[in-house]
């Protein structure tokens, strides 16, 4: 069984987080880009994230020129 993190926090709040619908957090949960926690063994039971992992995916923001000085 896997441990769960500290930092735990539901998809409402990953979502606000990323400022990305369900949808995207559910389709991040299912190809494996986002770890999810289940409270049970229900299938459809209530599903937790770690707040590290949600905010691992945002890459910095990168312009393509480069910098004068």
Do not use: W
């Amino acid at each position: 069984m896997a441990e769960i993190p500290e930092d735990i926090i539901t998809v409402r709040q990953a979502c606000e987080l990323l400022h990305v619908t369900r949808q995207t957090i559910a389709r991040y949960m299912e190809t494996g880009r986002l770890r999810a926690f289940r409270l049970s063994d229900n299938p459809k039971g209530r599903v937790r994230l770690s707040r590290r992992d949600v905010l691992a995916l945002l890459t910095p923001y990168q312009t393509g020129g480069e910098k004068t000085p």
